[in-house]
T-cell receptor
Framework: DVKVTQSSRYLVKRTGEKVFLECVQD?????MFWYRQDPGLGLRLIYF???????EKGDIPEGYSVSREKKERFSLILESASTNQTSMYLC?????????????FGPGTRLTVT | AQSVTQPDIHITVSEGASLELRCNYS??????LFWYVQSPGQGLQLLLK??????LVQGIKGFEAEFKRSQSSFNLRKPSVHWSDAAEYFC??????????FGPGTSLSVIP
């Protein structure tokens, strides 16, 4: 059974802290994605990666960075957390070379920044 | 610009009633379209997808969707809703830049 796991379901951090959100997939997928989900806005793409050590900005990359040192792991980093980054963060992965068909999602991390 | 709209923010139906969730997209070429479902506290799960061919596609959990190019729509349907269908539903389109754009979602409540 395909699986995408995220390191935490709930996280509470203080303003200015550096935050790491980890995502691991066991499907040998090439593509991995980070989204944030806010009510009424759907999912918005933060960053994505087509391969190890490769990353591309999505629609809302400001205030975030990513790391992909191994194929199965994609990390989202908030360099200095701010209250407007309080949100649900979803990681996803998919097959294919530069293809974002049928994405498989993790359960999400609900981050609260106080 | 490519976009996906879901006109209904929230829908309530009675158990056993039929369901139709609306989705409209803006995309120049032949779109790749998806419907995902998100149960409370969970990630998204793919219900069905349309790439080409038959415009009526069948998905999991008894759902189907119909692609209508003339209306730029990809509405999701189910003939008889079950209480376990209560969830958030997202329509999505794959863009020419190999990204997926998601709609804002429709929240479905089911009355027993």
């Amino acid at each position: 059974d395909v699986k995408v796991t995220q390191s935490s379901r709930y996280l509470v951090k203080r303003t200015g802290e550096k935050v790491f959100l980890e995502c691991v997939q066991d499907m040998d997928h090439e593509n991995m994605f980070w989204y944030r989900q806010d009510p009424g806005l759907g999912l918005r793409l933060i960053y994505f990666s087509y391969d190890v050590k490769m990353k591309e900005k999505g629609d809302i990359p400001e205030g975030y960075s990513v790391s992909r040192e191994k194929k199965e792991r994609f990390s989202l980093i908030l360099e200095s957390a701010s209250t407007n980054q309080t949100s649900m963060y979803l990681c996803a992965s998919s097959h294919g070379q530069k293809s974002s068909y049928e994405q498989y999602f993790g359960p999400g991390t609900r981050l609260t920044v106080t | 610009a490519q976009s996906v709209t879901q006109p209904d923010i929230h829908i309530t139906v009675s158990e056993g009633a039929s369901l139709e969730l609306r989705c409209n997209y803006s995309y120049g070429a032949t779109p790749y379209l998806f419907w995902y479902v998100q149960s409370p506290g969970q990630g998204l799960q793919l219900l069905l997808k349309y790439f080409s061919g038959d415009t009526l596609v069948q998905g999991i959990k008894g759902f189907e969707a119909e692609f209508k190019r003339s209306q730029s729509s990809f509405n999701l349907r189910k003939p008889s809703v079950h209480w376990s269908d209560a969830a958030e539903y997202f329509c999505a389109v794959k863009t020419s830049y190999d990204k997926v754009i998601f709609g804002p979602g429709t929240s479905l409540s089911v009355i027993p």
